[in-house]
């Protein structure tokens, strides 16, 4: 039996979030791969390649940490493991989620505008729900 309907929530919108960032989210990505043949000048193709695999790497690396908060809810909401420790981890992954949700906010206001730029970059209102919900978990 699940410990709370909040966290239970939480971690499914978590779960979800990864499958989708990693599915979606690298789909995406390769939209942008820079293209040996179209390029004329070596050196420009080299930089944007490694520019395109720093930021691949970016993904990915949020896809470990989409990994690790599923993980970690799931042991919080299904185990004792974290006994003790319940509220202080809950605390920190809210933290972690709406601060995340405030940069994502942050760098879509002082980024050159596009339209919809809120609504097609939404990803920061399921951050901001997921902190939320680990919050109200609280005991």
């Known amino acids: 039996m699940y410990k709370s309907n909040s ?25 942008i791969e820079p293209n040996e043949k179209r390029e004329e000048n070596r050196e420009i193709y080299h930089l944007k390649r490694e520019k395109w695999t720093q930021s691949r790497c970016g ?6 940490e989409l990994i690790l908060a599923t993980a970690g809810m799931y042991t919080l909401n299904f185990t004792n493991y974290f006994e003790g420790h319940e509220n202080f981890l809950k605390k920190l992954m809210s933290t972690c989620f709406l601060s995340i949700s405030a940069s994502w906010v942050a760098t879509l206001l002082f980024s050159k505008p596009f339209p919809k730029r809120f609504l097609k970059l939404g990803q920061y209102s399921v951050l901001a729900l997921i902190g939320g919900l680990l919050y109200n978990s609280l005991e």
């Open 7 to 31: 966290l239970l929530l939480a971690n499914i919108l978590t779960a979800t979030t990864l499958v989708v960032h990693t599915i979606v989210g690298d789909a995406d990505h390769c939209v």
């Open 59 to 64: 993904l990915h690396w949020i896809t470990a």
